[in-house]
Structure formats: structure tokens, C-alpha cells
């Protein structure tokens, strides 16, 4: 009797927990993202970018065709030409601004030389101003980055290393030499990123082109640097990095940490390679064995996503801390884009095989590759019908919604919990 007592206290003990237990883990486990909207179009996009939409739907869509963008959102869609000279357009983060990239024939054509224009438009298709410069045949396009705040413009050249910044209305504002010392060359790298609120740029430049590790140059070590600085181009503080190049910067919404990569390639074609981790005050918090193509830091600024071809890594910005990694198959292809929600509980990867078809590479065969918090596959999503040639991804903050673009469709999906 006792026994039976005992048993039962220990079950009306033990089952409301056991209960809550399976309930938090089954419900976890079985909401799935569902395709609720797509569209397809008879002219190829070349590229989209998704702005934030009422409630993070993610129907604010701004498609870049051949020879017009088009802008969608809840009541409809508009359409703007673009330019004779067309080279490419520039969105802010969150898609407030855009500009467009293009060149013009100077007044007198005595050389090959021409006129680069950029004209800043808002989101609704409203032309705020343009800017010029000249642009030698020779010369490499600069860099460009928008703020999404204001419209204003940051340029870079790699050629000479210099940065340039414009006022909301298009004037310039200052002018800044990164290497005063160093000379014209056009294998420097220089890359810019702008954070989300306008306040802080981050740039990744050389003093000269890098060489191979062991190689004759007598220089080999391209000397590059991690610098911040504020929207109107003061500099706050500059790192050299460790390697003898780098390829890409990213920084967080607020601006208070920064990723930038770093690697040496030797003659035997040996790659050395790191991504380096650091705040606001440039102080190293973290470094991390992958040279990241893609990052993506959670909208609550606490995370970040890294990535190369087929390895992505979480981490967790307070610490340094990796909170996971994951490898992806060669078989499925590689990763081609990755987004992060609030508190790093869903990361997206979409992943693809690159093939070459007519005259270029474009990619097929596509996936969501969708994780849970700790890292774990939660839910693969094959799209094999559809090929793109620049990727589009975003993931709501509450992770809610996921919408990916292709060259010809847009679709997104909704979690059905």
C-alpha cells in the first residue's frame, strides 16, 4: 500500500514537468515554414533587395530588372527606367535609399573618359539628388555606400585610397587619404561597410596589392588595415591585420562591433586564414579559423553568423563565445547567403550548386537550410526549379518569415506555428 502511495505521489510529482517537457519539445519540433506567396515574372531580375514591410512581412521588395527597378510593397507597384550607361545601384541597409549607377558621355569627347552619376532616390521612387565625378577609362568604379538614415553617400577608390563623404544633399563634405605615403595602384583592396543607423563606417583597406608568402616581391604583405570612422569622416581608429590581405568587413547595426577577415596565400598555394572580432573601441574580442564571405549580425545586435563556401559559425558578440558551427555538404552545393533572427533562434542558410550556362556561371538547385538555436538541422527546404545569379535572403527578426528571391519568382514562407 505504501508502495502505491509512493508511486502515485512520485507521478502527480513528476508528470506536470514531464508534461511541460514534452509539450516545450514537441511544439518546437513541429512547426514548419510553409510557402504562403510567390510571383513569378516573365523578365529576369538581376537582383532584389527586401525592406522592412509592415509587421516584418517582408512585402517591401524592390526588383532590379535589365532596364528598369521595380518596387512593390502593399498597394501596388512602380516602376523607374534606368539610364543609358547603366552600371549597377546602390541600396542602404533596410532599403530607405537607393542610388543608381551610371555613366554619362562628357560634354566634349576628346578621350575615353566619362562622367560617373549617381542619383540617390527613397524607397517610394522620389529623386533626392545626384552627384558626379570624373571617371578615367582606366580607372576601377569606387565603392559606395548609403546611409540609411539621411541618403547620404560614402565613396572609396582602391586605386589611390581615398574616401570621400557627401552631406544628405550631395555636397561633398570631406575628403580622406587612408595612405598618404602609399602610391597608385589598382590591385589595393578597399571595402566598405555602413551600419544600419548611419553613425559609423567600417573599411578594410591595403597600402598596396598583396603578393604570395615567399614569393620575390619585395614587399609581399599588401599591409592592410581595419579602420572606423564616423559618418562625417572622422577617423576613431585604425588596426593593422594580421595577414598580408583581406576581403571583406562587416559591421552591426549600432556600429559597436566589427568582423573583418584576414588571410596569406604562399606560392605552394598554402592558405593561412582568420576572422577577427572587434568592438567599438578596437579592442580583439574573438578570432575565429574560417575567412568569412558572408556575415550577418542578429537584428538585436547579440549575435553573428559567419560564413564561407560550406562551413557557418554563430557567435555570440558579449563574449566572443562560438555558439556553434555547421558544415554543409559539398554534394548540396555551397552557401551562398545566411541570415540570423533575434537571439540567434533561427539561422537560415541558402545553399545552391554554380553551374556555367550560357556564357556565365549562375546558381541552381536551391535550399533553406533552417537551424534551431543550438545549431541543430530543424528543416530543409529544396527549390529546385529556380536559378540566380546574386543572392537574396531575408529572415524576420522574430523569424516568422522567410522570403528569398530568384531570377524569376520571389517566394516567402511562413513558420505555421
Known amino acids: 500500500m505504501a508502495s502505491l502511495l509512493t508511486k502515485a505521489l512520485m507521478f502527480s510529482f513528476f508528470f506536470p514537468l514531464f508534461s511541460e517537457l514534452y509539450c516545450q519539445k514537441r511544439i518546437t519540433r513541429t512547426w514548419q515554414y510553409e510557402l504562403i506567396r510567390s510571383e513569378e515574372f516573365a523578365r529576369p531580375v538581376k537582383s532584389w533587395v527586401f525592406s522592412k514591410g509592415k509587421e516584418n512581412s517582408g512585402s517591401a521588395m524592390v526588383a532590379v530588372q535589365e532596364n528598369q527597378i521595380r518596387w512593390m510593397n502593399d498597394v501596388g507597384s512602380k516602376m523607374l527606367d534606368l539610364p543609358e550607361g547603366y552600371l549597377n545601384t546602390a541600396f542602404s541597409k533596410v532599403g530607405h535609399y537607393f542610388g543608381v549607377i551610371h555613366l554619362i558621355e562628357p560634354p566634349k569627347?576628346?578621350?575615353?573618359?566619362?562622367?560617373?552619376?549617381?542619383?540617390?532616390?527613397?524607397?517610394?521612387?522620389?529623386?533626392?539628388?545626384?552627384?558626379?565625378?570624373n571617371q578615367y577609362y582606366d580607372d576601377s568604379i569606387p565603392s559606395i555606400v548609403i546611409s540609411n538614415l539621411d541618403g547620404s553617400v560614402i565613396m572609396g577608390k582602391n586605386s589611390v585610397g581615398k574616401l570621400w563623404f557627401y552631406r544628405e544633399d550631395g555636397e561633398l563634405s570631406k575628403q580622406v587619404e587612408l595612405f598618404p605615403d602609399a602610391s597608385y595602384d589598382l590591385e589595393r583592396i578597399?571595402?566598405?561597410?555602413?551600419?544600419?543607423?548611419?553613425?559609423?563606417?567600417?573599411?578594410?583597406?591595403?597600402?598596396?596589392?598583396?603578393?604570395?608568402?615567399?614569393?620575390?616581391?619585395?614587399?609581399?604583405?599588401?599591409?592592410p588595415h581595419l579602420?572606423?570612422?564616423?559618418?562625417?569622416?572622422d577617423e576613431l581608429w585604425r588596426?593593422?591585420?594580421?595577414?598580408?590581405?583581406?576581403?571583406?568587413?562587416?559591421?552591426?547595426k549600432n556600429g559597436d562591433h566589427i568582423i573583418a577577415n584576414?588571410?596569406?596565400?604562399?606560392?605552394?598555394?598554402?592558405?593561412?586564414?582568420?576572422?577577427?572580432?572587434?568592438?567599438?573601441?578596437?579592442?580583439?574580442?574573438?578570432?575565429?579559423?574560417?575567412?568569412?564571405?558572408?556575415a550577418h549580425f542578429s537584428p538585436d545586435s547579440r549575435f553573428l553568423i559567419l560564413a564561407e563556401n560550406t562551413k557557418a559559425h554563430v557567435v555570440e558578440l558579449s563574449t566572443g563565445r562560438t555558439v556553434w558551427s555547421d558544415n554543409v555538404s559539398r554534394k548540396q552545393g555551397m552557401i551562398t547567403a545566411v541570415?540570423?533572427?533575434?537571439?540567434?533562434?533561427?539561422?537560415?542558410?541558402?545553399?545552391?550548386?554554380?553551374?556555367?550556362?550560357?556564357?556565365?556561371?549562375?546558381?541552381?538547385?536551391?535550399?533553406?537550410r533552417v537551424l534551431d538555436r543550438s545549431g541543430a538541422l530543424h528543416q530543409d527546404i529544396a527549390i529546385k526549379d529556380e536559378i540566380f545569379r546574386k543572392p537574396a535572403l531575408k529572415l524576420s527578426p522574430d523569424h516568422r518569415h522567410i522570403t528569398v528571391g530568384f531570377e524569376n519568382s520571389y517566394r516567402i514562407y511562413e513558420a505555421n506555428k
Open 109 to 133: 569627347k576628346n578621350n575615353r573618359n566619362k562622367i560617373l552619376q549617381i542619383d540617390i532616390y527613397t524607397s517610394s521612387g522620389e529623386k533626392r539628388y545626384s552627384l558626379n565625378r
Open 190 to 223: 578597399l571595402h566598405l561597410d555602413l551600419s544600419e543607423d548611419g553613425a559609423r563606417l567600417a573599411v578594410v583597406a591595403s597600402k598596396r596589392g598583396a603578393s604570395h608568402l615567399g614569393s620575390e616581391a619585395p614587399h609581399p604583405s599588401g599591409e
Open 227 to 233: 579602420f572606423l570612422f564616423t559618418h562625417n569622416g
Open 239 to 252: 588596426k593593422a591585420l594580421p595577414d598580408f590581405n583581406s576581403s571583406a568587413t562587416a559591421i552591426s
Open 262 to 294: 584576414s588571410y596569406t596565400v604562399d606560392t605552394q598555394g598554402n592558405l593561412q586564414k582568420q576572422s577577427l572580432l572587434f568592438n567599438d573601441n578596437g579592442e580583439r574580442i574573438a578570432s575565429f579559423d574560417l575567412l568569412f564571405k558572408y
Open 339 to 368: 541570415r540570423l533572427a533575434n537571439n540567434a533562434d533561427v539561422a537560415v542558410l541558402l545553399i545552391a550548386k554554380n553551374e556555367f550556362r550560357e556564357g556565365g556561371f549562375v546558381f541552381t538547385n536551391s535550399r533553406l
